[in-house]
């Protein structure tokens, strides 16, 4: 089991930045990716993932948003900077385990409200 706590959400101006952080516990070894989601309403989206080599990024988001992970620390975060509007979401974080077999462990957090006001 692997346990994912989210912190850094709040309001901030169009144009501000924001950092998150997701502190992972547990079986934190078997992580593969780590990942942020978000979520408005009826739309939930990849924003950022992260692997021991490479990083992806959504579109909508690229040349703003950083992820980064801390292994020692057991820590994801996401630098957001520029930030718009269209960012306010709950934002998710996210831990993969491959099971062995082809497919993995899921793990999500709790969730942080990120709201951009204009």
């Known amino acids: 089991q692997v346990q994912l706590v989210e912190s850094g959400g709040g309001l901030v101006q169009a144009g501000g930045s924001l950092r998150l952080s997701c502190a992972a516990s547990g079986n934190t070894i078997c992580i593969s990716t780590m ?3 978000r979520q408005a309403p009826r739309k939930r989206e990849l924003v950022a993932a992260i692997t021991s080599d490479s990083t992806n990024y959504a579109d909508s988001v690229k040349g703003r948003f950083t992820i980064s992970r801390d292994n020692a620390k057991n820590t994801l975060y996401l630098q957001m900077n520029s930030l718009k509007p269209e960012d306010t979401a709950v934002y998710y974080c ?18 942080t409200q990120v709201t951009v006001s204009s």
Do not use: I, S, V
Not at 94 to 111: E, M, R, S, V
């Open 35 to 37: 990942g942020w989601y």
């Open 94 to 111: 996210n831990a993969l385990c491959p099971t062995g077999h082809g497919t993995n462990y899921n793990y999500w957090g709790q969730g």
